[in-house]
Structure formats: C-alpha cells, structure tokens
C-alpha cells in the first residue's frame, strides 16, 4: 500500500490525548473553529467542503456520496459506510464519514492519512494539525548545474534565503518533512550539498539546504503542477545524477545501413524522422559529445552530425542525413556502451494496402525508461526489444495507408493509465500492444502467445495469432484472455502481443536477430490489416 511509505513519520497516540472537549483543527494554513468540529472516539470530524479548501484539494459531494482528488488518487467515501476507496483499493475507516445539515462530514485523521498528509495533535495547544508531506527531493543535473526538485502530497508556500556563508535556505510550510534518506544529507557531490529537516513542528515547517560552492548561484521556482517547488542550481559544473550517471558520447561509425554511437555507459534515447532536411535524429541523454562536429557518410548516409544539446541539457544529438526516406531502428548493446542505429528504406512495397486515411492504429511498445521489462540472458532489455518491434510493425502499417500512433517512440516511461488514454482518445480503430514474455523459472516456457480481455478483441487476437504462428515458427502458445491493464481499461479493440519469451536462450537469439523481428513485425501488421478489411466487409 502507498501510504505505507509514509510510515517514517512518528505515531501519535491519540487514546492518551485526545479530549472531549471539541479542539481548533488547523489545515494547512486555514482554521476550522471548534464550533464546526466534533468528536467520535479516537476521531475528530470536520466539514469535508472546509477541509478540502483548506488544504488545496479538490473535493465534491453529490448526496450521500463525496470525492476529494488526493496526491494518488481519487478517494471515495459515503456517508454512514466505513468502506472508502482510494484509487482502486478498498479501506475500512475507524469511524465513517457523515452527512449532517447539508454538510459531509469526515474523519479527519484517518481521511488526512488516505490524502498522504500528516495530522497530528499538539497537546500544548490542543490543537490538530493537518499538513502535506514533503515525500520526495529529486536531484537531476542540467546544463552547468543542478535542479533540485521537491515534492508535496498538497500545496504549499516557500519562502527562500540566500545566506552570506553560500547556504541556500528554503522554508516549506506547511509541511512535514518525509524524505527516506539516512540522516538529512539528500544529495552530495563536491562542495555541492543538499539537506533537508523538519524544521519546526505545530506550526510544521520543512527545510531544505542548498550549501553552494562559491561562484555557484541558486533560484527558487515554484510551485508547479503537482505542488512541486524547484531550485536552479548554477555554476557547479556537471555533477552526477543519482539514477543515471552521466555518460560520454566517444565514437560514431558510419556505415551503409547503420550508424553505431559508441558512449562510456548506459543512456536514454528517442528516435524521429525530420523531412526538411531528409534524416534520421536520435537523441541521447544523459549524456555530452566527445566527438561533436561533422561525420562523412557512405552510400545513402550523406554525413552525420554530433552536437551537444543546449536544452534539453545534457542531451547529445544525432543528425544522420540521408539521400532517401530511411526509417531508423535504434538497438543497445547488451553492455550498454553503444546504440546501433540501422537505418531501413522506408518505402519497401507491402504485398496489401487498405484505403489510405480509413484506418488508424496505436501501437505501444510495453515498458520503457525506469521500466526495463523482463531481461534476456545475454543482458538484452526487453523494453529495448518491444519499441524496435513496434517501430517495424508502425513503418509496415504506415506503408500500406493506415494512420499509426506509438505510444512511445523512444526509450522513455510511459505509465499504464496514460498509454490507455492515448487510445481511448485516439478515435483509432485497434490497440496492439507489443511485449516479450518471460516466465518466473526463467527459460521453462516459450511460444509465442496473445491475449485479450474483452469479447470485443477477440476477432483481432485471432487475426494476429494466425499470422504470427505461420510466421514465426516457434510454439503456437495461444490466445488467452487476461486481466491485463491495457486490454482492459481500453474502449477499441485491443490485444497484447508476447512475441516470444525473452528469457529463453534460444527465443531471445531470436529475437536479437533483426530479421525475426522484421517477420514479427510483418506478421502483427498483416494480422491488423486482416482485421480492419474485415471491418470494412
Ligand atoms: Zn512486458
């Protein structure tokens, strides 16, 4: 459970504290009088339509029945019944919520928990505090510095202080500070620190410190979507990023079909196709050129270029210029030292066309960024497999005439919710979503399987079965009916593909193979044009 995270901070016991006589509620920086509070055991219940207000979150009531939009979620209460539901999970309250005189009623303790904020009782002043939880700082390098980003389960205010003696103090208030890291050091690289503490308590104030090396300057931006806060870090020099340290690009060959970017590491990348001037861009992060400036070509290539990105930062960009429309396929190496870019003649004749502009079609090629997917013995990512199948199966679609949207075209994360949403507003006839499958007793099973949810897929789940068996020739694994996210929360048709299972030493050879992934490809998108003329029939 989510707010299990939020365990580090100190429990209160309400039994020994909590009086009988009505207490003041301070939400964030709002006041509920005593008058419009009352006390239910170990609760205390306060105007839900107030409380709401208070702390910055959006809240409705429709009869019985009440909604506030929190920092995970939408949580969903009825007056009288102790069952509220956070996102999709179901809690039980201690006390449930009530509808008294035209007003909706809540806990306010254990409300405030499901919200990801802090209340607690400050017996001094018998008072209850509600505020947000500073739950995250992030540290991420950009040009010639640093962005120290900070999150909040609700708004609040900062106020920052630059200090003669190069400390950069920022208040948050109200907050309770919430970071798992050990001790108050965030990040630390240099003379370039970031700490961070719960400053001072009833009233809750969060601090965080920016120590700057000298010559070093810092601005403070914020709030922004999310009740983030941002501090600009200038004038360090690079500095490491705590997920993805900072690579080189240190060499690009080039050859007919294929341009290999050599880099000291692992990087991310996105692939794209300008037509003005003809070529193929890849882009890669985190990451600076060693070999910036201009690259002979050979046959189709006509030169590549390498240049350092001023923004984003810290991105290396590609330019491969061609003499013909040339799709790019982009392929780590398994060590992560370098990016093969293979480069296909985009106009290969499909054997059937559909009426051009009839159709269109999303494509999503599962996992991606932060989210590797299943891992093939050789090291080979499985989120790196399933976007070089999906960019073939979209280049093949395309070539006959249908309209194709990816819900990724590069090497970054995409969550479940919104790749259904790229669907569900697509107006696209089908969704396939592409994947490599593994098994928990890794090389036990192989095949190639599909799977659908509703009843409405089942017609495309065949389809492309019986491409992908003819195709393929591995196990015909079948065509399976799962409870998967994708399959399930879109409107069109959809399916899942499981091309073959990545963690099978002879299915993963295969799919390193370019040319079994191009059959693949070819067999998902033959599978969809069946599929579309039989709408049309
Ligand atoms: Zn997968």
């Not at 979150?57 to 909604?67: F, H, M, N, S, T």
């Not at 990105?309 to 398994?334: D, H």
């Not at 269109?360 to 991606?368: A, K, L, Q, T």
């Not at 036990?444 to 065949?462: C, D, M, N, T």
């Amino acid at each position: 459970m989510w707010w299990a995270n939020l365990g580090l901070l100190p429990s209160i016991l309400l039994r020994a504290s909590l009086p009988s006589p009505r207490p003041e509620i301070i939400v964030g920086s709002c006041v509920i009088p005593s008058q419009r509070v009352s006390v239910v055991g170990e609760e205390v219940l306060v105007p839900l339509a107030e409380f709401a207000d208070a702390i910055g979150l959006k809240a409705q009531v429709a009869g019985d029945k009440a909604e506030v939009k929190g920092w995970r979620g939408t949580v969903r209460l009825r007056a009288g019944s102790k069952r509220a539901v956070v996102g999709r999970e179901e809690v039980v309250l201690p006390v449930p919520p009530r509808s008294r005189g035209g007003r909706f009623l809540i806990p306010v303790f254990s409300l405030s928990r499901l919200l990801g904020l802090f209340p607690h009782w400050d017996a001094e002043r018998k008072r209850v505090w509600v505020s947000p939880c500073l739950y995250k700082v992030e540290v991420n390098p950009i040009l010639d510095g640093a962005e120290v980003k900070i999150f909040l389960t609700a708004p609040a205010k900062a106020e920052a202080k630059p200090l003669p003696d190069g400390r950069f103090v920022v208040d948050i208030f109200p907050a309770a500070y919430d970071v798992p890291a050990k001790g108050q050091v965030i990040y630390s690289a240099n003379s370039f620190r970031v700490r961070g503490a719960q400053f001072t308590s009833c009233p809750d104030v969060a601090r965080i410190v920016v120590d700057l090396p000298p010559g070093a300057s810092a601005t403070m931006m914020g709030p922004g979507e999310g009740a983030a806060f941002k501090i600009v870090v200038k004038g360090i020099g690079p500095i490491p990023s705590p997920t993805m340290p900072m690579q080189a690009v240190v060499g690009v060959e080039v050859g007919r079909e294929t341009v290999t970017v050599r880099t000291t590491g692992r990087v991310r990348w996105t692939a794209t196709l300008w037509r003005s001037p003809l070529a193929a861009v890849v882009d890669i992060w985190p990451a600076r050129s060693a070999v910036s400036g201009e690259h002979p070509g050979v046959g189709p290539i006509k030169r590549v270029k390498v240049l350092d990105l001023e923004s984003p930062p810290s991105t290396v960009r590609v330019i491969i210029e061609l003499a013909e429309r040339m799709t790019p396929f982009v392929l780590p190496s398994p060590d992560g030292r370098a990016l093969s870019i293979s480069l296909r003649p985009s106009s290969v004749r499909p054997s059937r066309r559909v009426p051009t502009g009839r159709f269109s079609v999303v494509i999503d090629p599962g996992h991606g960024g932060r989210d590797p997917g299943a891992m093939g013995p050789s090291g080979v990512e499985e989120k790196t497999l399933n976007l070089d199948i999906a960019l073939r199966v979209a280049a093949s679609l395309r070539a006959r005439g249908i309209k194709v949207i990816l819900t990724r075209t590069g090497d970054f994360y995409v969550s479940l919710e919104q790749r259904c949403k790229v669907a569900n507003s697509s107006r696209a006839h089908c969704f396939v979503s592409i994947h490599c499958n593994a098994y928990p007793v890794p090389g036990a099973k192989r095949g190639v399987e599909v799977y659908y949810y509703h009843q409405r897929s089942l017609p495309l789940a065949r389809a492309i079965h019986a491409r992908l068996v003819k195709a393929l020739g591995i196990p015909d694994g079948g065509i399976r009916r799962r409870r998967f996210y994708v399959i399930r929360r879109t409107w069109i048709p959809a399916v899942l593909v499981e091309v073959a299972y990545i963690d099978h030493p002879e299915e993963e050879a295969l799919l390193l193979n370019p040319s079994f992934r191009q059959r693949a490809a070819e067999a998902i998108a033959e599978g969809i044009v069946d599929f579309l003329l039989g709408l049309s029939r």
